[in-house]
């Protein structure tokens, strides 16, 4: 190869030479995709698990079960690495050229699954995409101001201020294409909370490494290679690949349905192995486990915006109260749920982010002691010595209701009567997102820097991105502008001091209660490889059938 373009060089001079190189590295990404197809023949991935992703539309949703599915599909302008590092996806550089702007190159030679080019138009318009009022990833992009083509393959993202970890951010913010949008009527996310159907809840087009085959909801999803995928001739990406040519994910929410499934060969892979059965699989050869911590958490949260707590049997609303919110974390037993209910598969912690997230503080994975006599003194001191009545509502996933039946019991015997209500996950988040619910469990993957999590969870809610999954509409000026300067601080000792300074305040306020995270569990057939995350999404790319 190297001398062919030698000699190309010497003969045809400069200009043909380079028509000739770009020929000879189109022909060669042909090739290989050529080759990809006829080495991977009849590799087909079944997956099993208990959940639909409830809509494809990447900006619409901002749930684990959703961006397991589109992230195969779609692409950011950055991804994660093997060892979920950031690395170059649709862009292959960036930097700050200003105190409010980052240049981005995009990679060249991509296309969508309908043939259309990628280009800088693309990204400028799904930025604003995502910005809008009815996309859940907005939270993650407050700051954004928009973004701004410089030409074909470069893009300006504008800043309302400076932004450290602006690239960050991106990860999971998917580029579609603009004229796709438009020729479906889908130039606005679907309004998730509102039930919206659109041509992009059950249609896909992207520029990732698998392609929308088909999909019925609560049943199953077909993906298939996409041959084109500009991976399989980049050389980095390329000698990591695996070679699954399709995917099929099927929806078995009974956790004793799904093994069996595994265990008839009907499945190849389960991703939401029960709790109950963790041990049992590791001793059976004929499977194999992967295991690791999640980089999420799972937290308990409470209504603070409302001046009364609908049917407490009690004036005023006592979770508004810091005491209450203490008495709840003294009451619960995690060690014990984690032993009888998890069968050890999580881990106990009193931090609001894992180790894995830049800044985290390891004094504060300290909780608060179990202990029901310090409950009850709490509540009698805020003036509810009788207890009152609240509802906790839950995704009714096997272990995350068992889990809230037990902190039900436990809270109970503190006299918090505590009602349980589980519900489907199309229920239950648009519950979070609209604040409608008085008490609460939910679990939350961070990235690897904290500012999106705060700015989701915990900052004041204000319908511009800031606060969309502070379900509770918790408020604290002071964590507000804390977390405002995590996001403007380019200094990075400064920075984690103002994280730091974050995360004593609401270890001090409690505006949730962190419980556990889970010890992430895949249960496979031995002759299947692949590259466990810590978010619980399997990266299609890499698994490899053997």
Partial sequence: MPDFDAHVFRTLGKQAALHAATLLRSLTAALLCVLFVAA?????????????PNSLDPHSVALLYQTRVVTQIYESLVNRDRDYRIEPALATSW????????????????????????????????????????????????GVAGAR??????????????????PEKLYLVAIMSRAWAAKHGVLLPADYNGKQETHAVRNANGTGPFMLKGYEQDRRLVLAANPNWWGRSDVAQAAQLGNVTEAVYTVIQQDATRLAALASGEVDFVIDA??????????????????????????????????????????????????????????????????????????PTGSFVSPLVDGHVPALEKRLAHDPARARALLKEAGYPDGFSVTLDCVNITYRAAVCQAMAAMLTQVGIRVTFQPSPSALFFPKLTQATASFFEFG??????????????????????????????????????????????????????????????????LPLVPLYRRRLTWVMRPNIDVVQWPNDVLELRWVRIR
């Fill in 149 to 166: 083509k410089v030409d074909a393959l470069t893009v300006d993202v504008l800043l309302e201020a400076p932004d450290a970890a602006l």
């Fill in 274 to 347: 029960p709790f109950q059965d963790a041990a049992r699989l590791k001793r059976d050869p004929a499977l194999k486990v992967r295991e690791t911590t999640d980089l999420g958490t799972q937290y308990l949260g409470f209504d603070q915006a409302h001046e009364e707590l609908p049917a407490s049997g009690v004036k005023g609303n006592p979770f508004r109260d810091v005491r209450v919110r203490r008495a709840i974390a003294h009451a619960i037993d995690i060690d014990t749920i984690i032993a009888k209910v998890l069968r050890g598969q999580a881990v």
């Fill in 95 to 142: 930097k700050m050229i200003a105190p409010k702007t980052w240049r981005f190159t995009l990679r060249p030679g991509v296309s969508f699954h309908d043939g259309a080019p990628f280009t800088a138009d693309d990204v400028v318009f799904s930025l604003e995409r995502a910005l809008a009022k009815t996309s859940q990833r907005s939270s993650q992009l407050r």
């Fill in 40 to 52: 991977t023949e009849a590799r087909t991935l079944r997956l099993a698990s208990a959940f639909d």
């Fill in 444 to 509: 939350w993957s961070p990235a690897i820097d904290i500012w999106s999590t705060l700015n989701g969870i915990v900052r004041t809610w204000d319908g511009r991105g800031s606060g969309q999954f502070n379900g509770g509409r918790y408020s604290n000026p002071k964590l507000d502008t804390t977390i405002d300067a995590i996001r403007s601080e380019l200094d990075l000792e400064r920075r984690r001091g103002l994280i730091a300074a974050a995360l004593r305040t609401m270890n001090d306020d």
